[in-house]
Structure formats: structure tokens, C-alpha cells
């Protein structure tokens, strides 16, 4: 397998080490704890292919150390043994742990640039996001740069964070063990991946819901309450219904014609079903269609939501008046009012206001599922 190497943080390495910019250590070994009192430092792969060691799986697990204000890194600690035992025989292990926004995004286009057989996400929504955005570079796909090698790097998760939304759209328990087991099978199902492009054309792409309104709102607020655990999104819900007010859109479906939404409360783009921490809120969404659920809920009041919230959980909203849903493989949205300050989100993650464009990459990944 290939060297990871675990840079130090200035300052605060032995003398003995301050003479390089890094420590080196086989990936098969325990990596260096990061200090509980520093940030960590950014882990990368370089120097030589992953993919070295022949008949064995190289696999990255990329662990958010700050996650479910450390919960994540106590939980990974604690699971090492037995990953270990699980999978040492057979795969080569790295650790990379995230230092900060992004990170995790860049570990794993290194990775993919190396050769990993997979890249496996440990922590919440949050962390799963910023790896499926490290699949892609400049509008495609990342690569293998051995261009001899035809397997791709496939995508793994062992949910550990505040919110594991995307898993319930398996069906699967918030259990690392079974995760483990999922990875030490192997088995590969093609997803697809949402993209999302703003006015410069910048590109962000999502594996779960992404949100336009009160409830991108309302994840904006939550993210400021994760130490209360799933009690964010409530908390900020209750922030974001303070000043709330319905607006117009205009809408353009798969490339035809303009139409007028009025008076729309939220707007949800699922490329699976749940958010919010167990909200079935695009409830025929499903990852692997080559499409969109698009859910509209349009003038609804802070009442609405008490009387019909256990409907929004369980997926039967759908049912409800003036909740509309629609299959798309693309749709633009823009606010008619100009405000500029229509939240848009997705996979919990704020990424500004409207307009935007949200297209379905088919197939875009292969998952260990």
C-alpha cells in the first residue's frame, strides 16, 4: 500500500521532527492521535500508487474527528479494533482525519488519484457530502491517474455523525457494524448524484435533498445548534419560521417553459427521501431512478407544520393540500421578488441564495451497499 503521511502542526511537533514538514507512517499502523486542543492537520495520500499491493483492497476511511462535537472521533476509537479484525486480513487501512471545511473533499480526490478501492465516509450527512464532492473536479469526474487501472473508487459510509438521513434511504441501521460488514462484502450499486450550479457556474454537487426556503432556513439556523443533537433541527426550525414569509418562483422543469409557483414555503429536490433528521420528505425518491422528487409545499402557516408534521416524518404529506411532487431530471429556480435571500442548501450544507440549477447525474457513482 502507499504512505500516508500526517503533517505537523508547527509549533506544537517534538523537536526531533521539526526538522521535516511531515511524519510518515505505514497505513496499516495506528496513526498519530490528533491532539483533543489542536485543529487537525490535513492527511493526504501521496508518494506512489495506493494500489500497490496486489489481491488487496486499499480502502481510505475519512473520519470527521469534530463531528456530533466529538462523539464521531470517541465512536471511531472505539470501533477500530474490530475494523481492524474485520478487514486487516484482507485490506490495506488508512485513517485520514479532516482538519476543517473541505478536507474531507480534498483526501478524497487524492485518493481517487492514487488508486483507493474505496473511499469510506465516518461521520454524519456532513461529512458524507464533502466526499461526494471530492468525486468530481472542475465539472467531471476524478480519476485514477494510472490509466491502466479500469476499477473505479467506490463510495462507503459508516454513519457515526448527528444526522445520518442518507442511510435511511437503505434502510440502514445506525449501526457502524453493519456498515463494516457492508464494506468488508464489497458490493457495488451504481447512485446517482445531484448537481447543482449557481450563477458563475460554479458547481456542488449532493447525494441526499437539496432545499429552497424555510427549510434550507432552517438548516442554515440548525447548524448552530448540533450540540443538542437532532434537537438542531428543531431549534431551527423555530428560528427560521421568525420573519418567514411565502414567496413566488418561477420554475423551469427538464428544459421547457417557464411556470409561476406562488407563494411557496419550501422547495425540496430529492435524490433520496429523508432530511432533517428523519423527515420523509421526497418520498419517492429513489437514488438509483436517473431522476428527481420534486416536493412544493406552498402557503402553508407556522400551524401548518404542528398539525401535519407527523406526516412530513412518515412520507404521507404528499396527500396534503398544496403539497404538490413531480419527477424531473432538471429544474431551475429563480425568486420573482429579487430579494436575493432565498436560502438554498443541500445535504444540510448552506451553499447561498437563488437562482440555481439542479441537474441528476445518472449513475454517476458506485456505492458499497
Not at 456530533?68 to 488508512?94: H, M, Q
Not at 473533499?105 to 469510506?120: F, H, K, L, Y
Not at 438521513?165 to 446517482?192: L, V
Not at 422547495?267 to 420528505?281: D, E, H, P, T, V
Request: hydrophobic share 35%; proline share 5%; net charge positive.
Amino acid at each position: 500500500m502507499g504512505w500516508c503521511y500526517y503533517q505537523v502542526a508547527l509549533g506544537r511537533a517534538p523537536p526531533s521532527l521539526m526538522a521535516n514538514s511531515s511524519v510518515v507512517a505505514r497505513a496499516e499502523q495506528r496513526p498519530m492521535a490528533p491532539p483533543p486542543d489542536l485543529p487537525f492537520d490535513r492527511t493526504l495520500l501521496r508518494g506512489g500508487s495506493l494500489s500497490a499491493s496486489r489481491g488487496r483492497r486499499d480502502l481510505v476511511f475519512v473520519v470527521n474527528p469534530r463531528g456530533a462535537n466529538g462523539k464521531t472521533w470517541k465512536e471511531w476509537k472505539k470501533l477500530l479494533p474490530y475494523l481492524r479484525s474485520r478487514l486487516g486480513e484482507d485490506c490495506n487501512i488508512c485513517e485520514s482525519f479532516t482538519s476543517g471545511p473541505c478536507h474531507a473533499t480534498d483526501i478524497t480526490r487524492e485518493s481517487i488519484r492514487e488508486g483507493a478501492d474505496a473511499v469510506i465516509a465516518v461521520g454524519g450527512d456532513g461529512t458524507l457530502h464533502e466526499v461526494v464532492n471530492g468525486f468530481f473536479w472542475a465539472g467531471k469526474p476524478v480519476t485514477n491517474q494510472d490509466t491502466a487501472t479500469s476499477r473505479s473508487t467506490a463510495l462507503g459510509l459508516i454513519p457515526l455523525g448527528t444526522g445520518s438521513d442518507f442511510a435511511r434511504t437503505f434502510g440502514w441501521k445506525n449501526d457502524p457494524h453493519d456498515a463494516i460488514e457492508r464494506i468488508a462484502k464489497g458490493q457495488r450499486s451504481q447512485i446517482d448524484v445531484g448537481v447543482i450550479v449557481g450563477e458563475n457556474e460554479h458547481r456542488h454537487y449532493f447525494l441526499n435533498v437539496a432545499d429552497i426556503h424555510l427549510s434550507a432556513k432552517a438548516g442554515y439556523y440548525a447548524s448552530r445548534y448540533k450540540r443538542f443533537g437532532n434537537l438542531c433541527y428543531v431549534f431551527g426550525a423555530l428560528q427560521a419560521f421568525i420573519g418567514h414569509r411565502n414567496q413566488d418562483f418561477r420554475i423551469k422543469v427538464n428544459d421547457g417553459e417557464w411556470e409561476t409557483i406562488p407563494q411557496v414555503t419550501a422547495l425540496c429536490i430529492g435524490n433520496a427521501k429523508f432530511f432533517g433528521g428523519g423527515m420523509k420528505i421526497t418520498p419517492n425518491a429513489d437514488p438509483s431512478s436517473g431522476n428527481f422528487e420534486v416536493v412544493i409545499l406552498q402557503d402553508f402557516r407556522w400551524y401548518d407544520f404542528i398539525l401535519k408534521l407527523h406526516k412530513l416524518y412518515n412520507g404521507t404529506h404528499l396527500s396534503v393540500n398544496n403539497v404538490s411532487s413531480r419527477s424531473v431530471h432538471s429544474i431551475e429556480v429563480e425568486e420573482i421578488s429579487g430579494t436575493g435571500s432565498i436560502f438554498v442548501q443541500s445535504d444540510g450544507e448552506h451553499l447561498g441564495f437563488l437562482p440555481r440549477k439542479f441537474r441528476v447525474l445518472p449513475s454517476a457513482i458506485e456505492m458499497i451497499c
